[in-house]
């Protein structure tokens, strides 16, 4: 897989803060920086970035963050994630979210949030299958124009 795929995201990077320039490894060290809360922007928390894999293919990205501020509280909370669109409907979005909570639980969480697209049938399944209870709906503005968003809490 070429990893420039990872850049073509539209709302969110498949990897955040890589570059195609960035040797790999200097990528794994910017992650584990801003795991401890270094080299972030001011809009950023500490977060930790896992991936999914099937064989030794990268099919998916799981982001982590440690904590939320004013921006994550409303709209993409403590998890998010994206699978490649060739490897949806195989459960990798399940599989990633459910090894991922006890992670939350070890960074002193009792619950996450997690939000989506109202419209994002795919996403909101899985968020319900992991135990998420719907606590409302927003409006936001978003690149793309106002979009309604689903926020989800997952007790720890």
Known sequence: MAVERWTGARSAPFAP????????GAYLDLLGAQEKGQALSPSLVPFTVLFGFIGSIIVGRITLRHRLNARFDRVGGHIGYSVLPEYRKRGVARS????????????GLGRVLLTCDDDNIGSYKVIERCGGVLENKIEVDTDFGPRLKRRYWIAL
């Open 17 to 24: 803060g890589y570059e195609p320039t960035l040797a790999f």
């Open 96 to 107: 990633m979210l459910t090894q991922t909570l006890p992670r939350a639980r070890a960074l």
